[in-house]
């Protein structure tokens, strides 16, 4: 009687496993495999609103169609609950959610989220779209959207047929920038520590560029020069030339004309400031900012890993790019490392991914060092900082600005209600 | 009745394959539920020179891709940690099958010039000897290591002496299949390098495929083809690319003076006749 009882039991442990696994693949199934992609690491919008969508899994680049509606407002987001949110959403787990990259639509201001859904290899990505105004999330269809793609070429199978690659290889793509006709892809190499520089005509054709390398120099005194890869760029006018700003693997800022970038050429990229060590550059953004007395500059922000972000006038940047010494870049080497470039920092230390909204705002996606969750939210240009992350005296009921402090509070005004504090705006009388 | 009495139902004839199945299955649930575990770390000398700048860490399971760096320390004598010698990258390198994570040494602090490298040094000084600790991580499963691992290595004199073909001895293969191609370096080289960039071509231009192996340090490498090797000439192809752990390559020095590369443009080719006799 007794081994029947036991024989029984196994049979139904090993039932119950096999039925929970087929009810495992059955809810994988789901309306979501439209917006599923093998892979998306990198975002960057293009003409028309295209997204780019740079996956290193498969090593392609995706041009994604979108449609939006315009949004002319400054809305602000204050998602302060945001990786919750996204795994509530897909009814996952937070700790299995990855978000890659953060683009802003130009035209809806809708947040567009490069996410994986899990750590194993082969998990999937998708597109987040969160809207402003709602704080809903949809999530991109790439089926159905005409999308077209191209695979990035592996500089070594361009050079010889027969050069392989091998499974243990790999690059990741590291940016992607639009400008005029081309989309510039920077991209790190697991094996390998060179200059993965790509120039990508769009709509997709069958050209492609590759740069043979890109040498900096690196401090004038002993002219040395170096294989570096590019971590973070942006493209800009710079006194008239447009022109590639690349923040490298070690620190020093770099400006290449890109009419320079084309098939086989060897770039000598100048370099016009170091950012810093023990630093590694994120993002790199530029916008018009309004200065103090009114007047406006353009201003190059680059966002940090482990340091708050630097912030240069382009003005600097196009001073030092055409009256340094020819290609030597750097004349002197500051002990701060910037040269004759004066940079200043913005409290941006906990930003992960940071681009424009719109004139007023960046968007930011932050972690929370309190709680240890994701933030999306909306801040000041200029300002970088959420003024509802810090409890001050401003915050009590009984707070009375004087008359010096008009413009602060004028400011604060202004500040409470975009970060969802209305109500703490404090009345119009002044002591 | 008594022989039924004294062996235990589950030796009966009649449920010991269906016991025996269940145990195994058990078993490897066991085996499922252990922690991933390091391999192996390249170079896998234990004597490392002063301007190392990559290391490649191989585990035995797929790894979560984010937030490892912060995890693998390198630590000198004194037991502390060197606090900025593992650049802490945005994205990691991983290789596709999530095994292999590769770490750069700072470039700031390794190359000559750079404020880092003049306000710091590097971040290995030669006569000491260090360990890099990689404790913490966990698998795509959550999963932690099974044990934190430790490489311990003496730190040498910088390596500023590109690879060169002339110096290398090349074993041609044997046709009787008693021994595959054999290549010596006279110093170590990048694994990864080792199988990226060497190719054998036959005489009508078609690679060769076959199967690499990469002993004594990284000092050799071996070459067994798939089909046996035909009587007539082959070639190696080296792409110059090929690079040391210290980011040197065939054209030259990783930090070197303006001019100085050996050609102008990266990524050429070198090509190496060999002979297979009887």
Known sequence: MKKFHWSLVAIAVLAVAIFSSFTLLESTNNSLENAELS???????GPDHVLFVGDSKSGQIHAIPTKAEELKDPVPYNLTDFDRMLAKELDMDTRDLIINDLKIHPLSQEAYLAIKKGHAPDAPSMIAVVNPMSGDIRFLDV????????????????????????????LTITDIDYYDGNIYVAGLSNS????????IAYPFSEKQEAVQSIEIYHAVHTQMETRAPIRTMAIAEVAGTPTLIA????????????????????????????????????????????????????KLLVTNKH????????????????????MEGMTVTAPTGTADLEITSSPTSSVLHIDNQNQMMVITLKRNLETGG??????????????????????????????????TKQFHDMIKPMEGYPELVSEKEEK | MIKQCLTPWWLSRRNISFVLGLVLILAACQRQESGPVVLKVFPTSDTLPENLLRMYVQFSEPMKTIGNLEKVKLMDERGEVVSGAIFNNVYELWDAEQKQLTLILDPARVKTGLVANENLGRALVVGQTYQLLIEGLESVQHQPLEAPFRKRFLVRSQDTVPPNVKAWQLEPPRMDGAQGLIMKFPDMLDQM???????????????????????????EWHFEPNQPWARGTYFLYVNTRLADPA????????????GSLKFDKEGQNLRIPFQVLN
Request: glycine share 8%.
């Open chain 1, 39 to 45: 892979g998306a690491t990198v975002l960057a919008f």
């Open chain 1, 307 to 326: 340091r708050s972000g630097s912030l240069i006038s382009m003005a600097a940047v196009a001073k030092a790019m055409t009256e340094g010494e020819g």
């Open chain 2, 193 to 219: 390098s080792l199988r990226q960039r060497l190719v054998i071509v036959d005489n009508s231009g078609e690679t060769v495929p076959g199967k690499i192996e990469i002993p004594r340090g990284e000092r």
């Open chain 1, 143 to 170: 089926k159905e959207s005409g999308a077209t793609s191209i695979s990035v070429k592996n500089p070594a199978s361009a050079e010889l047929k027969f050069w392989r690659d091998i499974p243990a290889s790999s």
């Open chain 2, 247 to 258: 980011g040197n390559n065939l054209n030259g020095k990783f930090d070197h003076p303006s």
């Open chain 1, 192 to 199: 390998e520590f060179a200059s993965t520089l790509r120039k």
């Open chain 1, 247 to 298: 923040s490298y693997t070690c620190t020093p800022l770099v400006t290449i004309p890109l009419s320079d970038i084309a098939e086989g050429k060897d770039v000598k990229g100048k370099t016009i400031a170091e950012l810093g060590y023990g630093n590694t550059p994120i993002d790199m953004i530029t916008y018009m900012s309004q200065e103090m007395d009114g007047s406006f500059d353009q």
């Open chain 1, 374 to 407: 994701l933030e999306l939210v909306s801040e000041l240009k200029g300002v970088f900082l959420r003024l509802s992350e810090f409890i001050s005296e401003y915050d009590f009921p009984t707070y009375r600005y004087d008359e010096k402090q008009a413009f």
